[in-house]
């Protein structure tokens, strides 16, 4: 068996593992993916400069959050990150409460943030009553370096108590996706949420970030995409997609994929969420399809 039969039965392997089997692989032998398109993908409408709307808040969104719009990150050169401020997070303490928490992100501030001072500005951020529930927040985790940003809607109850994100059963079914695009966590890859910190409801439970609760945090992703600089960003769901392209949050995510968006010049594409994924099987093809088109978004080196 080839290097290449190996590499394919291995691919094979990690696709079935993801419920979508092996009339999904890409296409290796005698060509690139992006030399010899999947013919599902070229099938899809692929409308490259589509949607280059600022990656702020929209009027749309906006006007869903009571706070000031959030402006759009400056991208930092590389020769000025030397000169980025150092600013001194503030510390949280037990005794404060939601309502001395909500003070805004100041996002020019932020804006300027080393990853050094970054992390420990978010780990202790208090810009959203989300902080009053927090065991941990999650910064994200992989390679500052990374190709490929994945990013998710919001730290669950697993990635609360370890500070990491996608740590659950929908985490290892993002590994899986990882997997089949030959990708591992850390390795080329960064994984990162909208917002840092847990939503819980009144009982405890899991729910989607509000507008305002996306506004405070918002500025900490655009800074880490400005140091990053990936070559393709892959929002998982709805709340990740609307959020990183200013649109309405009621937006169902079937309107957003399946189309090249792009995040400040860099190509963005919209998939299921992991944890829908694993409710709703039957879509992981779908999902395939989408990390296909991420695959032939990436910028020829
Ligand atoms: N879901 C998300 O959107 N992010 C996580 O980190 C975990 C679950």
Redesign the pocket.
């Known amino acids: 068996m080839s290097a290449f039969d190996q590499h394919d039965q291995h691919r094979n392997n990690l696709l079935q593992e993801l419920g979508i089997g092996p009339v999904w692989q890409l296409r290796h032998h005698g060509s690139t993916p992006a030399e010899a398109p999947d013919p599902v993908v070229a099938r899809m409408s692929v409308e490259a400069g589509e949607l280059k709307s600022p990656p702020s808040l929209t009027p749309e969104l906006a006007a869903q959050s009571s706070r000031p719009q959030v402006m759009p990150q400056e991208e930092a050169m590389p020769q000025q990150r030397a000169a980025q401020a150092e600013a001194k997070p503030k510390p949280v303490t037990e005794a404060e409460t939601v309502a001395e928490a909500d003070t805004d992100t100041d996002t020019s501030l932020v804006s300027a943030m080393s990853w050094e001072v970054l992390q420990p500005v978010v780990e202790s951020c208090r810009a959203c009553g989300l902080c009053k529930g927090r065991s941990k927040s999650?910064f994200g985790t992989g390679d500052r370096r990374a190709t490929w940003l994945f990013v998710?809607?919001?730290?669950?109850y697993n990635?609360n108590l370890q500070g990491l994100?996608?740590v659950?059963a929908?985490?290892q079914l993002l590994d899986n996706m990882l997997k089949a695009l030959g990708l591992a966590r850390g390795d080329q890859t960064y994984i990162a949420?909208i917002v840092k910190c847990r939503p819980t409801d009144e009982n405890g439970k899991d729910r989607p970030p509000t507008a305002d609760e996306i506004a405070a945090c918002l500025p900490y992703l655009h800074r880490q995409i400005a140091l990053i600089q990936p070559q393709v960003i892959v929002a998982?769901?709805k709340t990740a997609a609307v959020s990183l392209l200013g649109m309405n949050l009621e937006t169902p995510v079937g309107q957003l994929r399946g189309k090249l968006h792009h995040f400040n010049d860099i190509p963005l594409v919209v998939t299921y969420?992991p944890?829908y994924l694993l409710r709703k099987p039957a879509d992981k093809s779908k999902a395939w399809v989408d990390l296909c088109m991420a695959m032939q978004a990436m910028p020829a080196n």
């Not at 998710?152 to 669950?156: D, N, Q, Y």
């Open positions: 999650v998710g809607e919001g730290p669950g990635e994100p996608f659950g929908a985490g949420n998982l769901g969420h944890a």
